[in-house]
C-alpha cells in the first residue's frame, strides 16, 4: 500500500481484504491484527509525541505503527517470544522522533506506569484460550479457562483505567467466540468488566474478518451455525474530571 493514500475510516464498520504489510508487518504472528487498525486509531486519537500504550504487543505491529507515526509508546507481554519478536522488528530505519519502552509484562499489573500518564490505549488480547500463546506461562490469558478469563479482563480493565488520562480513549478489540459449537459472547463480557471500572462506550467498530485459518477449517465442514466473520473494536473513554 501507498501509505500517501491512506485515509482515515469513517463508519462503525471496517474491512481490510488487503491486511496491510507495509515495513515490518507481517501476518505470520497467530492472531495478530492487521495495522489498519492501530494506525487508524492512533492517528484519530492521539497527537505526535503523546504516549500510547499497547499491553498485549503481541509481534509488535501497534508499536511500528506508533514509530511510523512519531508517537511515543509503551509495549508490553507475558510472553518472552512476543517481547524478542517485537523488539526485532522495531529494528528498521526510519526518521522517527519516537521514544519506545518495551518490556515483559503482565498486562494485569502495570505498576511501573503512573496513574493518568497515557493519552491512548490501543490493543489486542488473546481471545480467552481460542489460540494459545504459550504452554505454561502463569498469567496468561491465553491459557485461563473462561471464568479465570474475565477475572483477568477485570484486572486489566481496571490498571487500564488508572493509567489513562481522563477524557483520553482506550481501544481494544475482541471477538466472540463458539466452543463445541457453544456461542460465548466474550465482546459482551468484555464490555462489561470495562463499564465496571468506571469507562464509557463511546462507540463499536464492526471489523471483517479476511484470510482467518479458522474461518476456512469450519467453512468445509457441515454445520447449523452461521461462521463468525466479525470482530469488535470497543470505543471507551475516561471521563473527564
Known sequence: MDLKNFKLETTSVWSFPDRGNWYTHYGDY??????????????KYSLEKEWILDQFMGSGTTLIEAKLLNRNIIGTDINPKAYAITKSRLNFAYDST???HIRI???QDLSFIKDNSISLICTHPPYANIIKYSA??????SLMSYDSYFRAMAKVAKEAYRVLKNGRICAIMV???RKNWKFIPLGHYV????????FILKDIIIKEQHNCKSLIKWSQREHE?????HEYIFIFQKESR
Open 175 to 177: 471477538a466472540d467466540i
Open 225 to 229: 451455525c452461521y461462521l463468525i466473520k
Open 136 to 141: 505454561d506461562i502463569k498469567n496468561d490469558l
Open 30 to 43: 497467530p492472531g495478530n491484527w492487521s495495522p489498519y487498525v492501530p494506525r487508524n486509531l492512533i492517528l
Open 98 to 100: 519516537s521514544h519506545i
Open 105 to 107: 509484562n503482565d498486562a
Open 191 to 198: 464490555i462489561n468488566e470495562f463499564l465496571k471500572v468506571g
